[in-house]
């Protein structure tokens, strides 16, 4: 029978309890729950008088957009006649129950209530009253309550996902969770949610996932899940997703520290919204080999922010404007972008603490939202992927912006912090260390990488802070790491680029360790970027040069020199302008010289010294075996005033691209990109050079001063293997020559075979532009073999071996 019993709106606090799984259907039956057994969900209530009531939800007959609640008792003795269904807080008549169909001698009553599924999801809510008004209610003492359009849900995948149908199913993993409650909220603001579904353990739980689906969200615009895990500490709020693929702004909020003091904090929630399709047309990864790259690292915003960019408001400081400078990047012979994290991050902290890692941040697009930062990443990276750039990504799996003094509980920390995080960290780390090698961690950060490999086509990933992610639950290193191990060896990112960063930015370390690999991880070299400046400084052994020049053979003898990325200055520490004019005290472990005047300088031999150091630091950075890493403004001259610390970084002045300063670097750049494409038998390589190709020299054509101390001079000379199939013309002898000593060295250049000369391609210490020069200019200076060639102080001289015409 039809009723017209309402299903009153749930209160801010709705939620229901205390139901149980149907030990029995219902003993009704026929055509109804036969056709809508799909979408029928049963719960059984035992009453306050030791009567049993079971309850059906199901779909309404004949497909009808509607839900019908049949509700079946087995009354207590004596309460047999006269019993009638009454919606909560009424005082009407209800609905009176009538023998069951099929009961036989059972005596079971039974009631069929149908209601709009466009209300769905909502809670019915009755109680029972018998002939002389007196209440029965369950055992708890609380009123009949089941909910309506919602599931059992499935416990995969994680997160929520949509349905053709408009169903949506939402499963979040919580072991030390007792109780998991799904909070829905609409579009109209406020704190409160507008409707509250507590899972019920015993259907809802399958493991330690709780999973709980809904027919229909429409109406509703974000939701989030309560765990009560700090509710003793009077948090208990919302907490974000992990998985959202979309989630809604970030928001000032208040939490309470362990003091018990109200601390400024954030919050956010996941948007209901689906993500959006994107079109990605004939877009494909560019899959360089790994020896190829000229990466240049950029951070999204400082990028394009200032003003001196000429882009629109609405594009400036985000990914949009990243794509419209790609001929920049083309015009230095980059074929990589490294990008400086891009999860949602703390904005004091900044991008390298993390709150979330399954969506780009919202401020990085024109729309400042989620949606419109998926699009506006998706198509940079078909920007450069068109024009045969890579893309990838810093990421941070080692710890999160949550906890610390402002007490941060976004998400994973109130859901499941015992699993997810170390529990007492790490010694002398104050910040919330994941514990990366835990297996539910290992699938979060595992289900994250492929994520923005399949839905975003991003090229590969720098793992920052790489040292922790070898640590174990209890902060002990571990030899064979499961989540790098599963990284090496995943279907999906195997095939991309992965890298390991030993800089952290917890304590602002940089130290170079023991990195098991399974040859397919590359790293950051940090080794590289000393030896090179403590050269140059006059302070480095040449043996250290030596080995960085010939692809750090003591760190990556096992897997080659295509797996060090090598740099000389990064986004933390000096810029590459301020290493060379900056030397206080506070500075010496950047191993920085400031030429004679600390600063900004008007003495010109100072400024000529700077801009000769500049374009060593360059020179030696292309011509080393490797992989070189340019930092987003070391092209044109920017500056942090002497100052190491990533958050005194200011945005790019594009203005000075147009002085000839910046003019002579940036040309300086793409003329070594192009050197190395050129001449790949030697700088691109993914196999070190053979001992009998390459010699070494003193001034003299003589053995190197090897172990002195104050020996600053060095040759280097690399003869080509034989090739068939690479071309004579591309084949000459490299003769390459280091001077970081205050006065002039005129060592001898190799002979040559008769008809052959050498071409100065380089010479640092001359003035723009005739400092550096292509192979095929008919002005290159020529030099014979067996000739001394004077080198200035402070300068490196590049010479290739060319036949020439008599």
């Not at 603001?189 to 015993?202: I, N, Q, R, S, T």
């Not at 490797?626 to 790019?652: F, Q, W």
């Not at 532009?769 to 192979?775: A, I, L, N, Q, W």
Request: hydrophobic share 40%; charged share 20%; net charge neutral.
């Amino acid at each position: 029978m039809a009723s017209s019993l309402p299903a009153p709106p749930a209160p801010p606090t709705a939620s229901w309890r205390g139901l149980l799984p149907s030990l029995r259907p219902p003993p009704r039956s026929g055509p109804f729950l036969t056709r809508a057994a799909a979408r029928s969900n049963r719960y059984r209530f035992r009453t306050d008088d030791d009567g049993v009531v079971d309850v059906a939800v199901s779909g309404n007959a004949g497909g009808a957009a509607g839900y019908a609640v049949s509700v079946e008792v087995l009354p207590a003795r004596g309460r047999e006649r006269g019993l009638v269904l009454r919606a909560e807080g009424s005082g009407g008549e209800g609905v009176p129950l009538a023998p069951a169909p099929a009961s036989g001698a059972g005596g079971a009553l039974a009631a069929e209530l149908s209601y709009d599924g466009a209300r769905a999801p909502f809670h019915v809510s009755f109680l029972l009253a018998d002939a002389a008004g007196a209440e029965v209610r369950t055992h708890r003492g609380t009123s009949f309550r089941v909910p309506v359009g919602v599931g059992r849900g499935r416990p995969a995948p994680l997160g929520m996902s949509l349905s053709e149908d408009g169903s949506a199913n939402f499963a979040v993993y919580s072991k030390s969770a007792k109780g998991v409650v799904l909070c829905l909220f609409d579009d109209r603001g406020g704190g409160e949610p507008a409707l509250e579904v507590e899972l019920d353990p015993y259907v809802h739980r399958t493991g330690d996932v709780w999973h709980v689906s809904l027919e229909s969200v429409e109406g509703y615009a974000s939701y989030g899940f309560r765990t009560g895990l700090f509710a003793l500490f009077g948090i208990d709020r919302p907490l974000l997703d992990p998985y959202a693929k979309v989630i809604g702004d970030f928001v000032p909020d208040e939490t309470v520290n362990e003091e018990g003091i109200a601390v400024p904090s954030v919050r956010c929630l996941a948007s209901l919204e689906k993500s959006p399709g994107y079109n990605w047309g004939r877009d494909r990864h560019p899959s360089l080999p790994l020896e190829k790259l000229v990466v240049y690292r950029a951070n999204v915003a400082l990028f394009t922010k200032d003003k001196s960019s000429g882009l629109p408001d609405n594009v400036a400081g985000t990914f949009s404007g990243l794509a419209a400078k790609v001929e920049h990047f083309k015009h230095l012979g980059v074929n990589a972008v490294l990008l400086e994290p891009v999860f949602p991050f703390h904005q004091v902290k900044g991008p390298y603490f993390p709150y979330h890692f399954f969506s780009p941040m919202n401020l990085y697009s024109g729309g400042r939202t989620s949606v419109s930062a998926i699009k506006s990443m998706k198509d940079m990276i078909k920007t450069m992927h068109r024009n045969g750039i890579e893309v990838l990504l810093e990421v941070v799996f080692t710890h999160t912006a949550e906890g610390g003094a402002e007490c941060q509980m976004i998400s994973i920390r109130g859901i499941d912090g015992s699993s997810y995080y170390i529990a007492d960290g790490i010694v002398g780390c104050k910040a919330s260390v994941l514990n990366c090698n835990h297996p539910v961690t290992q699938r979060l950060i595992l289900d994250s990488l492929r994520h923005w490999v399949l839905d975003f086509h991003v090229d590969g990933f720098c793992f920052i802070n790489a040292p922790f992610l070898v640590r174990g639950p209890g902060g002990e290193g571990l030899s064979r790491p499961p989540l790098l191990e599963a990284i090496a060896f995943d279907p999906v990112l195997s095939k991309t680029k992965i890298i390991a960063d030993p800089w952290s930015p917890l304590d602002i370390s940089n130290v170079q360790f023991p990195f098991p690999h399974w040859k397919r991880w590359a790293e950051m070299n940090t080794r590289f970027c000393m030896d090179v400046r403590k050269f140059l400084k006059g302070e480095a052994l040449i043996s250290d040069l030596a080995t960085r020049l010939c692809g750090s053979g003591d760190l990556f003898f096992s897997r080659g020199p295509a797996f060090s990325f090598n740099y000389v200055s990064r986004n933390s520490g000096l810029t590459l302008v301020d290493l060379v004019s900056f030397n206080s005290d506070e500075l010496g472990s950047e191993f920085s010289c400031n030429c004679g005047d600390e600063g900004p300088s008007e003495n010109n031999a100072v400024l000529q010294t700077r801009l000769k150091q500049i374009r060593n630091f360059l020179f030696i950075l292309f011509v080393s075996l490797g992989i070189p890493v340019l930092n987003m403004g070391d092209e044109c001259g920017h500056s942090a005033a002497g100052s190491t610390s990533y958050k005194d970084r200011g945005p790019l002045n594009w203005k000075a691209l147009k002085t000839l300063f910046v003019k002579e670097v940036t040309g300086f750049v793409s003329f070594l990109s192009a050197l190395r494409s050129r001449r790949a038998d030697i700088f691109q390589r993914r196999e070190f050079l053979k001992l009998e190709n390459i010699h070494w020299y003193g001034s003299d054509l003589s053995e190197p001063q090897w172990k002195d101390p104050t020996s600053r001079f060095l040759c280097m000379h690399i003869n080509p293997e034989l090739d068939e199939n690479l071309p004579d013309s591309g084949r000459g002898d490299l003769y390459i020559c280091f001077n970081a000593n205050e006065e002039s060295v005129s060592p001898t250049l190799p002979a040559l075979a008769e008809g052959s000369m050498w071409l100065r391609l380089v010479d640092t210490s001359l003035a723009f532009p005739g400092f550096f020069s292509s192979e095929s200019n008919p002005k290159v200076h020529q030099v014979l073999g067996f000739s001394s060639y004077q080198i200035k102080a402070h300068s490196c001289v590049l010479f290739e071996s060319k036949r020439v015409l008599s």
